[in-house]
């Protein structure tokens, strides 16, 4: 384990080291059946091209070449094979270095040193990583608004009309209003006929760390559109009474 649990870590970092003696073993077998695979193919494919040109002066006979070219393309064959699997036992001993595939917050370790790690279909989890830098607040609109939403776009009135993301205002528990800023970016392809309700996504900046994930927020949506609009005195007017 090479980070201390909670902290922050940086694409890439190296998080986990697994013990890596058996990969390398395995590597260097590879890189040596590989090593021979190409002197073997090297041979062949000299001795074929010796005997395409003694072919034609009869100074070989047409099966010998034959068994010649044949033994020169299967060399080239165990030399691919091989060269393949150099590159996978690479790769395995590349990951026993478990790094951090995002910026973000690392929590506690799962796996300690001397714990057996597993892969595939059972593997274990070694820890989670999370984002801190953007967060997403998910929610749920009901048809109405939905489709209020999407006839306010028809009418030019809406955000999505000009391209712009459409706005929304956010809330923590505890907190007065909605104080918080972000922008819809996910949009569901389809209703949820159990609950006539549609999946929609907000991005939030959290590059001040306000926001843990799992947190629950109030969700605010603006009505319409932002217009121009003068504000007059309500003494400036009369009633229909005349007063």
Known sequence: MNYTDGQEVKKGQVLFTIDDRTYRAALEQAQAALARAKTQ????QSEANRTDKLVHTNLVS????????????SGAGRHSRRAGGGGCAQLNLDFTKVTAPIDGRASR????????VTAGDTASVLTTLVSQKTVYVYFDVD?????????????????????QALPVEIGLVGEEGYPHQGKVDFLDNQLTPSTGTIRMRALLDNSQRLFTPGLFARVR???????????????????RSGS
Do not use: C, M
């Open 41 to 44: 193919a090297s041979l062949a």
């Open 62 to 73: 047409r099966e010998e070449w034959e068994q010649r070219r044949s033994a020169a393309v």
């Open 221 to 239: 949506l603006p009505g319409s559109a932002e217009f121009k609009a003068t504000l007059i005195d309500d003494k400036a007017g009369t009633d």
């Open 143 to 163: 048809e109405s608004t939905y489709l209020h939403y999407q006839n306010l776009a028809r009418r030019g009135q809406g955000a999505s009309s000009d391209n």
């Open 109 to 116: 370790a799962l796996i300690t040193s001397g714990n057996l």
